[in-house]
């Protein structure tokens, strides 16, 4: 199953996407980052640090040159006590969904020849990342998240 593809089957699960925006809201967690690893995980396939540290950087960039200008613009939107602010707001929404496909597929793309089948030290997953963000339930975020990842694949 290609990235997008999960990504629909998986964040269309109402508790992925409450879990998701809340670990956006209240720690910086980059919710590609997020889907990236639960696709992996999906696929029994492990990430050397390295490879993280590539997709990171892809995200990143991404992530502040445009998707979040126009998430606060979006929001900005919807403050405009004006005609047509719902049709302009859901616009921009259809076009974060673009670039957010565009990143996934783009980081799926670019890191595919490092990711390896098997576990070692030079690994991370989805634990570490919500650690390295300061969440404070990471174990229980990680059991909700890979179990839809799981699940998102039948």
């Given at each position: 199953?290609?990235?997008?593809?999960?990504?629909?089957?998986?964040?269309?699960?109402?508790?992925?996407?409450?879990?998701?925006?809340?670990?956006?809201?209240?720690?910086?967690?980059?919710?590609?980052?997020?889907?990236?690893?639960?696709?992996?995980?999906?696929?029994?396939?492990?990430?050397?640090?390295?490879?993280?540290?590539?997709?990171?950087?892809?995200i990143?960039?991404?992530?502040?040159?445009?998707?979040?200008?126009?998430?606060?613009?979006?929001?900005?939107?919807?403050?405009?006590?004006?005609?047509h602010?719902?049709?302009?707001?859901?616009?921009?929404?259809?076009?974060?969904?673009?670039?957010?496909?565009?990143?996934?597929?783009?980081?799926?793309?670019?890191?595919?020849?490092?990711?390896?089948?098997?576990?070692?030290?030079?690994?991370?997953?989805?634990?570490?990342?919500?650690?390295?963000?300061?969440?404070?339930?990471a174990?229980q975020?990680?059991?909700?998240?890979?179990?839809?990842?799981?699940?998102?694949?039948?």
């Open positions: 199953m290609d990235i997008w593809s999960f990504c629909e089957s998986f964040y269309g699960r109402q508790p992925v996407e409450i879990l998701s925006l809340r670990l956006q809201q209240e720690n910086n967690v980059v919710v590609g980052l997020v889907i990236w690893f639960c696709w992996h995980y999906a696929h029994d396939r492990f990430i050397p640090i390295n490879i993280f540290k590539q997709a990171e950087k892809i990143s960039v991404s992530q502040q040159q445009l998707i979040l200008p126009l998430r606060q613009l979006r929001k900005h939107s919807l403050l405009q006590q004006q005609p602010t719902e049709k302009i707001a859901k616009a921009i929404l259809q076009a974060e969904i673009l670039l957010e496909k565009n990143q996934l597929e783009l980081v799926a793309e670019q890191t595919a020849h490092g990711i390896v089948s098997h576990i070692s030290p030079e690994t991370v997953g989805l634990f570490d990342y919500l650690l390295w963000c300061g969440v404070n339930d174990e975020a990680v059991y909700l998240l890979y179990t839809h990842a799981a699940a998102s694949l039948d």
